[in-house]
């Protein structure tokens, strides 16, 4: 999962509220709520950016955490949004 | 779903989105008034019911074999529970044989009530037959304000005295305030009394433009939307604070956290019915008021509750086109499936119209107070109404 992307065709709307985060999926008129690293990394791969670069922001985030616990997050996460078709 | 170290979390809202493509609609609940008189005169009540401190059924009440017959057949179609409701519940002192059907067959009970005729033995009896959730009524924090709201003297002393038997009894009750021009300024000391009372939640609601409200809002004596807004947002969130226990105010899910919006119970269109006092079938309490929108009388008519509940056209109206046909703000609301448009049964009191739009979220629109982050982006402005783009 090196390539990250949010699912094509797929009109997506991220807002990022004073409490909240969620994605709105017109479709199916879902709202998926994301806590703010899952906001965080939302983010970047917004822009495009690459597993490494994501993994790196979030040790740099967390520098006493594990960086193999945080990839084990990360990987469930990504898992999570691609179960859901938000990204490819 | 969650990560091992809690923080990366994504959680769906797809279980509080009201499914209205089902073929066998589920009647979770039913609203039942066993009695349309009351035994005080609130100046916001939405049903305006007759004044009458008899207790009681009167001519053209349901007996409660009635509505034990109504509740049977409600069963099933799937009910796991009633709601008591008015003109005042307890002004029918008749309902233990339905108090008891329903605790032996495990229906669920709730009472919205104003609380003032809850003496020690009532409170005691709602207990016995183990009632889920009582709610009363109280729109100030001293006699003074509360009792020239609710139109009666001595309603303030009664209600207080009715939630105390209540707590005693072993009951948390929930106390429901209206939010009115008078008591907005003591609101922190009603907080703080109801806290002192014992109750575990303080619900507040605005006026609503239905019955007496309508003359409410006429004299000014409601709060508009900016001023809401500013309560919620500025007001409330110190005195939730000061005293620690949940206090909230009834607004529609566009103005609400998402943590809010999971933790409300929310009007499922799609799963109640409205048992007026004379038998009348409706949405909820509305039939009081619409006549288009009382659906027969399941003991009288052929084919009982089950044939309202199936093939009612209006019923059935609603079913197709919420919340696909929402007119205006609601159109455009990313929380349309979850919130069906708030009240569906206030909006077409209004505009004789399922669709048109909840009458806070488009004012809220029109001053440009509704939140930005709630509206899908790309759906039309046909027909919306001029805003100001301003936000709060
Ligand atoms: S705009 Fe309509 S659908 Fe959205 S929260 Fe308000 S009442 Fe509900």
Partial sequence: ?88 | MRGVLDRFFIGDFKRHMKKNRQKNYILNSLYINPTGRCNLKCRHCWINPYYSNDTGASGNELKPGEIISIIKEARELGLANIKLTGGEPLLRNDLEEVFEFCAKNGIKICIETNGTLIDRGKALLLKKYNVDFISLSLDGCNPSINDSFRGVKGAFRMATDGIRNLVKAGFNPQVITCLHRRNVENFEKLAGLCKDLGVSSLKINPVMPVGKGKRLIKDKQNLGVKEILHFKNHILPGIRNKFQYDIFIHLPPAFLSLKEIGKRGKCNIFGILGVLPDGNISICGIGFHVDELLFGKPLRDRGGLKRIWRENKKLNELRKHVPDRLEGVCSKCIFKKICLGCCRAEVYYRDKNFYAPFWFCQESYKQGLFPESRLIPSTSDKGMPKRKIKQE
């Fill in chain 1, 1 to 88: 999962m090196k390539k990250l992307r949010v699912k094509k065709g797929k009109d997506l709307i991220f807002r990022k509220e004073e409490e909240d985060a969620f994605i709105f999926t017109p479709e199916d008129a879902n709202i998926r709520t994301l806590n703010e690293n899952g906001a965080f990394i939302w983010e970047m791969i917004e822009k495009k950016e690459r597993y490494d670069e994501i993994l790196k922001s979030l040790c740099l985030k967390y520098p006493k955490v594990a960086k193999n616990r945080i990839k084990k997050d990360l990987d469930r996460f990504l898992g999570e949004l691609k179960k859901r078709g938000l990204i490819e």
